[in-house]
């Protein structure tokens, strides 16, 4: 198993332009999450998905998009990039929970600077 | 929604000492509680969780205690090793949306002295 897989690494946009971040996994996830990560701060919830064709919005949506079209690729789309928005983003997934949570899998990120 | 602090927000101690750092939490329906270990430009990992219905919970050198009435929950580390240097965020879930959603906290970043 990969785990879950992140692409890019490190990417470097310019004000306005959009790009997608992917995210994939191989671990038969219903669950899957994006957070960004400013420096030095903990992780924030953007977006999550419970299951195909699923998608609702977290702590700090505004910004970005999201789709689950299939179990394994959850991608996010940054239409307008902003300075803001220069962070490192993070993906999860994680089974559901019948009664409580399951540990959530990170990838290793992908570092974004807008500039 | 929950709001999650984390203190201290820089912690050194000496190898083979103990660390320990606590977390606070605001929603009392929440009742899964995780610690991620982050190392520099690395993914956080999960070292350990616990859930509400237990108060403590045991792995190795690290453990973790949970106090539902004053809604702090608490990470342990003893014989510090250098290794064990890094960023640790706690994390609590309400769950309230059924997704398993995790509100961190602004971590604590570890350093062990050798």
């Known amino acids: 198993n990969a785990g879950v897989t992140q692409t890019p690494k490190f990417r470097i946009l310019k004000i306005g332009q959009s790009m997608t971040l992917q995210c994939t996994q191989d671990?038969?996830?219903?669950?899957m999450y994006w957070y960004r990560q400013d420096p030095g701060m903990g992780l924030k919830l953007i977006y999550y998905?419970?299951?195909?064709?699923?998608?609702d919005k977290g702590e700090v949506p505004n910004g970005y998009n999201v789709s689950r079209s299939t179990t394994e690729d959850f991608p996010l789309r940054l239409e307008l990039a902003a300075p803001s928005q220069t962070s490192v983003y993070f993906c999860?997934?994680?089974?559901?929970?019948?009664?409580?949570?399951?540990?959530?899998?990170f990838g290793d990120g992908t570092r974004l600077s807008i500039l | 929604g929950e709001n999650v602090e984390q203190h201290p927000s820089t912690l050194s101690v000496q190898e083979g000492d103990s660390a320990v750092i606590k977390c606070t939490y605001s929603?009392?329906?929440?009742?899964?509680f995780p610690w991620y270990k982050q190392e520099l430009g690395k993914r956080p990992q999960l070292i350990i969780d616990i859930r509400s219905n237990v108060g403590e919970k045991k792995d190795q050198r690290i453990a973790v205690t949970l106090n539902k009435t004053a809604k702090h929950f608490s990470l342990h580390i003893t014989e510090t090793q250098p290794e064990d240097s890094a960023v640790y965020f706690c994390a609590a879930s309400p769950d309230q949306t059924g997704a398993n959603n995790l509100f961190f906290g602004t971590g604590t970043r570890l350093t062990v002295i050798p």
């Open positions: 671990m038969n996830h219903n669950y």
């Open positions: 999860a997934s994680s089974y559901p929970g019948q009664i409580y949570n399951q540990p959530q899998h």
């Open positions: 998905s419970v299951g195909a064709g699923i998608t």
């Open positions: 929603d009392s329906a929440s009742n899964y």
